[in-house]
């Protein structure tokens, strides 16, 4: 009786093993493995101004830069498939090699460095407040006390409100978009997170002239290419491709197409200036 | 993997699974009695009612229910359950809402559970306890809702094993559990099998204990017929 109890219980534990490796493999694989110059790459599917499908069409900032990337790695658009890189499976996706290179609001972090290697950063954001249009009464991060503020379950931006501004009080939410409706009914004072993001919502037809964003960036987030650790030689390859997008133009006309429309520019340290490889 | 239990605040996370547990347990079995008790009542109307909530809330996914309490209810309707001056109004609301939502879900469960009980007892028992004058509350009282309770025991086991594991859903409405914890910590600390082993046996503690003592409670209580 006992033995068969626990003969259950190891079967559905290794039950639930399977099931987790499925989860975390399903996303890929819809072009088969690419061999030559095909690239996989991991892209947010959900961020407008970022990383946006809608239907078969991907755009974006984060589209953009892998575009240019791959091209100048020898891939033309064709040869790309998009894979979803939800934030918490960008590591995995990397490691077990289902994407070749993730270009999705990716923050170069030490703790991510541990596990892939960057090439980047592409881009330099800040975390930022989304407010109702009409309100005048948060003028940036040092205005927050008492307000009530919005943002993503476990998110970095979350924890650094939570713990440099004691005073708010914070709403988590699964997604942004959820955060939203109750910035709209006045439920919250503002949306956190990072100002590209913001940038995109507030850009979105639905919600114009509804919200503005503040413009005090009080954070620096280096947006970078996620790569296999340890590959160099990819990495050389990648930085060179950003320099060279910085440089003739094409990252400027990247921002102005996606994030133009939201009135936004792009703050201190842009255009950044990659790190060597190492 | 033990610089994380020293990093984060793991067993408050758990304590707080525990509570929206104890919390939902009870208020699933006050709303899931009384749904029983109006599925199967003599009168029409009351029937249709508890078939009626049971068919819709079971048929709706959770996640869908506890967005709602919070961005429905909360935030659009603007319904507080707490001072909403307070300088803890948010957490306060979500983890209120949050049992709200959850008992509300589970009822429904422990409504099936007890009428699968209550056709554990013999319609010839009613039948004796309406024959010797017992009005219908009387009846269930006395006679039928107590054995009710003892054959179901083993199903309401499940339903609040399946309870527990369903708090993870609250974290999607900011309240700060188990799960919710294990998000934060992947962002920081980047995904690993050490973090899922932890969260994955802290669930184990607390539902494999409710699972054995649920079912040696029904061997030892089912009524022997």
Redesign the interface.
């Known amino acids: 009786m006992k033995s068969r109890g626990l003969g259950a ?1 190891a079967a559905a534990a290794a039950l ?1 093993l399977t099931l ?1 490796a499925c989860g975390s493999s399903s996303s890929g694989d819809s072009a088969g493995s690419g061999g030559g110059t095909k690239l996989k790459i991991g892209i947010k599917f959900d961020q407008p101004g970022m990383g946006l499908k809608k239907g078969s069409e991907y755009t974006g900032m984060d589209v953009d830069v892998a575009k240019y990337i791959a091209k100048q790695l020898g891939a033309s658009e064709g040869d790309i498939t998009w894979v979803q890189a939800p ?3 960008r ?2 996706l990397i490691q077990t090699g289902q994407v070749d290179m993730v270009v999705a609001t990716y923050s170069i972090t030490d ?2 460095k ?2 892939v290697s960057f090439a980047g950063p592409y881009f330099v954001a800040g975390q930022d407040l989304l407010i109702r249009a009409d309100d005048t009464s948060i003028t940036g991060p040092d205005s927050l006390d ?1 307000k ?1 503020l919005c943002s993503v ?4 931006s979350a ?1 650094k409100v939570k713990d440099k501004y004691p005073g708010v ?6 997604t942004y978009s ?1 955060c939203l ?2 910035l709209a ?1 006045g ?2 004072d503002a949306l956190t997170t990072d100002d590209t993001i913001l940038a995109g919502y507030a850009a979105q037809p639905e919600f114009k002239g509804k919200f503005k964003v503040v413009g005090q960036p009080f954070s620096q987030e280096n947006y970078g290419v996620g790569i296999k650790k340890g590959d160099t030689a990819q990495c050389t390859k990648i930085t060179d491709a950003i320099k060279k997008m910085i440089s003739d133009g094409s990252w400027q006309k990247a921002i102005d197409n996606n994030l133009g429309p939201a009135g936004y520019k792009p703050g201190q340290g842009n255009p950044p200036t990659p790190a060597a490889c190492s | 993997m033990l610089d994380i239990l020293d990093k984060y605040d793991v067993l408050g996370a758990f304590w707080m699974t525990i509570k929206l547990t104890v919390f939902s347990a009870i208020g699933a079995l006050v709303i899931g009695t009384i749904l029983a008790v109006m599925r199967v009542a003599p009168v029409a109307i009351l029937r249709r009612l508890g078939a009626f909530y049971v068919n819709t809330v079971r048929n709706t996914p959770l996640t869908l229910i506890l967005v709602f309490c919070s961005l429905g209810l909360l935030y659009i309707l603007q319904i507080n359950l707490t001072d909403p001056n307070s300088s803890t109004s948010i957490v306060d609301n979500n983890i209120r809402w949050a049992i709200v939502g959850l008992a509300a879900y589970h009822a429904a469960f422990v409504c099936e559970a007890l009428r699968s009980g209550v056709n554990t007892v013999p319609l010839g028992q009613a039948e004796a306890a309406r024959s010797i004058g017992l009005t219908f509350s009387q009846s269930l009282r006395e006679v039928i809702l107590p054995q009710a309770f003892r054959g179901s025991i083993a199903p309401l086991g499940s339903v609040l094993i399946a309870l527990t594991k369903n708090t993870t859903v609250a974290s999607i409405i900011g309240v700060a559990e188990a799960s919710g914890l294990m998000k934060e910590i992947i962002e920081n600390e980047t995904a690993s099998f050490g973090v899922f082993f932890i969260f994955a046996l802290g669930f184990v503690i607390l539902t494999l204990p409710v699972g054995i003592l649920f079912t040696s409670l029904s061997r030892r209580l089912a009524v022997k017929r």
């Open positions: 219980v639930a987790a934030s918490a499976q590591e995995t703790a991510r541990e596990k008492g009530k379950k476990g998110s970095t924890q009080q914070l709403q988590e939410f699964g959820e409706p109750a009914t439920g919250v």
